[in-house]
């Protein structure tokens, strides 16, 4: 789990992340997949987006489409 900034770094590295500010919040996107979420600074609003994508991730390395 990504806790100090440079675990944070890390998790996104190769990710292209936008953030933006919308009523004094910062949102954190994945531009890939979609993935967003927000946090009172960008630090926060960035950890928890390195926290969402492995959420992501975990998720559709364990779907298992096979019975469709």
Known sequence: MPGD????????????VTVTVEKGLYIATDEETGVSSQGPTEEEARRNLAL?????????????????
């Open 52 to 68: 969402a994508l492995e959420t992501y991730e975990e998720g559709n390395a364990e779907a298992d489409d096979s019975w469709l």
């Open 5 to 16: 900034e440079s675990e944070i770094d890390d998790a996104l590295a190769e990710a292209d």
